[in-house]
């Protein structure tokens, strides 16, 4: 977010926060929000899950021979996307042949309890895979086709380019971290700023280390006025959201007829609302859980209801001492910053810029109980530890073939492990993997934390 989408949690205030900010003085920022372009929420839905905004993949023949029909058919699709798993989509390519691309459902979706929310990050990816021999494979196949069936090399050329090119730079070594900041920063090295042009060779010294993340809600997207985790991603939205379209674009030509349809897709966007809690609430434990919340943490995260309000705040890394290293790294590198200020995506009358901070925003907390594991990595695997610091295993493993949920104490099921061992074991030591920081909650009794989380189901 198999990540190419672009896009890019979870901090809770108490009221240390004052006395920090004040002895530290330095304060949350505030962002002001950017004009964002209005479309049609229904053609944003079907361009989303059947939009040609990839337009070089797998040739469908081949990609059906190594891969099994999907029978769940989530997204109701039609003809030959009936067929496909919900994050790939088959669509035609310039040549006309029928090619199948991933699409931006394979970081914003995932499945959950037997049913598929679009909108939700995807917590269970595997970039443990280097894919580049799959790559080399196809290219090898493909390229000793003759006639007619040569235009299949032709329609899959630049996808397969791009997968051997980046694919060996796009690992990590454990499952359920999204790496999609990291895939854009490699996307970005091999294109001309102006252009878009690819480049075989590197156009910018790369990083030595790709940096995690957790993929946020879309649906918390309506009230931010800015994206990713540190709230640099400002100006039209539209433009960060179609950045997957840089696997495989040919040239600018090709990215403005791509930009006219994600007005759209942002009003699809803008349109998700968050899955209700389904198990039972405590009552009263809720309404204790609220006024803890509002006296505690809704300035930085905003308040619920019919009059809600999102104070869309930085919080500096002095203040939230979570793990440092995602704003420093990936999107955040200063060669990163200058190309996309100076390309293509920062023209024209809705252009987009990159706005570095230290820090990271206080996100909305609508559907919280569904995004799991927390904080801006994954670290964190329920909605326990993110309020008591203490409580967060510094290794820890989940099931990926057969997840399991605690609705009591949201957040999946998971194992402590003594020491890192296989990539299912998430480990806190690496870089970027950090579970420090976020230390609000500390101040909180145990059962004053439990009122909190049953408030928080209720988002």
Not at 176 to 202: C, M
Request: hydrophobic share 35%.
């Amino acid at each position: 977010m198999k990540k190419f989408g672009a896009l890019f949690f979870i901090v809770i205030i108490s009221f240390a926060f004052v006395t920090i900010t004040d002895s530290l003085k330095e304060d949350p920022e505030f962002i002001a929000p950017s004009k964002q372009r209005t479309g049609d929420a229904k053609k944003g839905y079907n361009y989303l899950v059947t939009g040609d905004y990839l337009k070089s993949g797998i040739p469908y023949s081949l990609f059906m021979m190594g891969s099994p029909k999907d029978t769940n058919n989530y997204l109701g699709r039609t003809g030959n996307n009936k067929n496909l798993r919900h994050d790939f989509t088959a669509v035609k390519a310039p040549n006309g042949e029928e090619i199948v691309a991933p699409n931006c459902l394979q970081c914003h979706a995932q499945v959950f309890d037997g049913k598929l929310i679009v909108g939700l990050g995807n917590s269970l990816s595997d970039y443990t895979i280097n894919r580049e021999n799959t790559a080399l494979f196809a290219e090898k196949f493909l390229k000793n086709l003759t006639g007619e069936n040569a235009k299949k090399y032709e329609a899959a050329k630049n996808f397969i380019n791009s997968i051997k090119i980046i694919a060996p730079q796009l690992i990590t070594g454990t499952k359920g971290v999204n790496l999609a900041d990291g895939l854009a920063f490699l996307l970005v090295s091999h294109r001309d700023p102006a252009t878009l042009k690819w480049s075989d060779q590197n156009l910018m010294q790369m990083p030595n280390e790709i940096i995690p993340t957790d993929v946020p809600a879309w649906w918390l997207l309506k009230k931010k006025n800015a994206m990713f985790y540190n709230g640099f991603g400002r100006g039209d939205f539209g433009r960060f959201l179609m950045a997957s379209n840089l696997l495989t674009v040919t040239d600018t030509t090709e990215a403005k007829e791509v930009d006219t349809h994600f007005n759209d897709v942002l009003a699809y966007i803008n349109s998700i609302q968050p899955p209700k809690f389904p198990k039972a609430i405590n009552a009263s434990m809720a309404v204790q859980g609220k006024n803890i919340f509002t006296a505690n943490c809704s300035n930085c995260h905003g308040t619920y209801g019919d009059k809600g309000t999102y104070p869309n705040l930085l919080i500096p890394e002095s203040i939230i001492q979570t793990d440092s290293s995602l704003f420093t790294s990936n999107y955040s590198n200063p060669q990163m910053v200058d190309w996309f200020n100076n390309s293509w995506f920062s023209t024209g009358d809705h252009p987009a810029k990159l706005v570095p901070y230290r820090g990271y925003i206080a996100p909305p907390l609508d559907g919280i109980w569904v995004t799991a594991p927390y904080l801006h990595n994954g670290s964190v695997p329920n909605l326990e530890g993110v309020l008591n610091s203490k409580k967060r295993p510094k290794y820890w493993q989940r099931n990926f073939i057969a997840p399991t949920y605690n609705y009591d104490i949201p957040g999946y099921d998971y194992q402590i492990k003594d020491a890192a061992g296989n990539n299912e074991v998430y480990n806190t030591t690496l870089k970027g993997f950090s579970n420090e920081g976020h230390y609000f909650g500390d101040n909180l009794s145990e059962k004053e934390r439990r009122s909190v989380i049953e408030y928080l189901k209720m988002l």
